[in-house]
């Protein structure tokens, strides 16, 4: 069975990095095929890809946040991590990550965890 | 961007058949993928691959489509159905969702 987690620091001030960390069990990130995604969503608003790290360590950002985004994992410990920097309001979101197996969609995904940029 | 265009809101009854269209400004082959959000709830996986039907879901969802053009139906549709439905493509990069279709019953 498939689970994943997403933690973080709930509020931050603007400027500040937001560090996300996303505990999953249920696959291996050293298995073929199998990603981890990023998604955000703003209160009352749509959806928006962030990021993916795949299981040979590619990674895709997306390039609306410019080289503010790093995604990384920790495939001994079953994690993935996201980083952005130098936030403000507008990444004020509840952010999820997501399971994938290429080329398929996001199959499983974790509960979300708010953040809020505020100061 | 690949920019996905979904109407923004549909009213059915239940036992109604609904469809719920995707446009893609570009192709993206059969790399599509429709979801299912219901308020205060992640998203759940629907259809992956414009017409395969996820493990769980129940048969009265279904996709078609290819290239631009992609539909989601819903048959009959029920009253657990009120949700936003989006669709996502991972063809081109970056992915990209749809803004979303808000399904409500009369």
């Known amino acids: 069975q498939v689970t994943l987690k997403e933690s973080g620091p709930g509020i931050l001030q603007p400027s500040h990095t937001l560090s996300l960390t996303c505990s999953f069990s249920?696959?291996?990130?050293?298995?073929?095929?199998?990603?981890v995604s990023w998604i955000r969503q703003p209160s009352g608003k749509g959806l928006e890809w962030l990021a993916s790290?795949?299981?040979?360590?590619?990674?895709y950002n997306n390039p609306s946040l410019k080289s503010r985004l790093t995604v990384s994992k920790d495939t001994s410990n079953n994690q993935a991590f996201l980083k952005v920097t130098s936030v403000d309001t507008a990444d004020t979101a509840t952010y999820y990550c997501?399971?994938?197996?290429?080329?398929?969609?996001?199959?499983?995904w974790g509960q979300g965890v708010m953040v809020t940029v505020s100061s | 961007d690949t920019v996905l265009t979904q109407s923004p809101a549909l009213a059915v009854s239940p036992g109604e058949r609904v469809t719920i269209s995707c446009r893609a400004s570009?192709?993206?082959?059969?790399?599509m993928h429709w979801y299912q959000q219901k308020p205060g709830q992640q998203p759940t996986l629907l259809i992956y691959?414009?017409?395969n039907l996820e493990s769980g879901v129940p048969a009265r969802f279904s996709g078609s489509g290819s290239g631009t053009d992609f539909t989601l139906t819903i048959d009959p549709v029920e009253a657990d159905d009120t949700a936003t439905y989006y669709c996502?493509?991972?063809?081109?990069?970056?992915?990209?969702f749809g803004a979303g279709t808000k399904l409500e019953l009369k």
């Open positions: 996502q493509q991972s063809w081109n990069d970056p992915n990209t």
């Open positions: 570009e192709s993206v082959s059969t790399l």
């Open positions: 790290i795949w299981w040979n360590g590619n990674t």
């Open positions: 691959l414009a017409s």
């Open positions: 249920g696959f291996s990130l050293s298995t073929y095929g199998m990603g």
């Open positions: 997501a399971h994938s197996q290429y080329p398929q969609g996001f199959d499983y």
